[in-house]
């Protein structure tokens, strides 16, 4: 088991060695599966402003 910290999983709370952490205990694999979830929602979100169309500068 694996402390999972991505952004769904710190809203929860787990505790290691008495001290209560953002994140939760899953198993590695959950964990990539986590990651890639949260990196895909960071792409999307993203990915709208970079295709903005560039103003030229005036010179």
């Given at each position: 088991?694996?402390?999972?910290?991505?952004?769904?999983?710190?809203?929860?709370?787990?505790?290691?060695?008495?001290?209560?952490?953002?994140?939760?205990n899953v198993s590695?694999?959950?964990?990539?599966?986590?990651?890639?979830?949260?990196?895909?929602?960071?792409?999307?979100?993203?990915?709208?402003?970079?295709?903005?169309?560039?103003?030229?500068?005036?010179?």
């Amino acid at each position: 088991m694996v402390i999972c910290t991505c952004s769904y999983c710190r809203n929860k709370q787990v505790i290691i060695n008495g001290v209560s952490q953002p994140g939760c205990n899953v198993s590695a694999s959950t964990r990539l599966e986590h990651e890639k979830r949260a990196a895909k929602v960071f792409q999307a979100a993203v990915k709208p402003q970079s295709q903005s169309p560039l103003k030229p500068s005036p010179i």
